[in-house]
C-alpha cells in the first residue's frame, strides 16, 4: 500500500491544512490523484484524508479560478448552435421572430414566460438564464 500522507507538500505530512500557495495545490492534487486508482474506504485514516484534500482542492479551485456563468444571450446562442437552430426556432419560447431579434441583440430582455419556455423545452440553465 502506498504511504499517501509522505507524498503531501504540506509542512505536517500527517495534517492537510488548508491550500494557500499553488505548490500546496499542486502537492494536494499529486496527492489525491493517488487515491484515483484506489480509492480508500470511507472512516478510515485514509478514506479521511481523501476527503480532507478533496474539500481543500475543491475550495481553493473555488477561490482561485471561479467558473463564471454565462451570459444569458450566450446561452441561448450556445444552445442554438449545438443543436443546429434558428431564429425561427427560438419563436415559440420567445414570440414573434422580431422579438427574437431583439433579445438576441440585447435590445430587449428575456421575461421570465420566456426564461421559463427556454429553461423548460431547451434545457438551458435557470441560473445561466437571469444572469446569476
Known sequence: MTDHADSGGFADPAVAGPIHTENDYKAALHELSSYFDNEPELGTEEGDRFEILAILVEAYKTKHFPIEAPDPIEAIRFRM?????TVKDLVPYIGRPNRVYEVLNRKRALTIDMIRKLHR???ISAESLIGV
Do not use: I, K, P
Open 121 to 123: 423545452h431547451l434545457g
Open 81 to 85: 448552435e449545438q443543436a443546429g437552430m
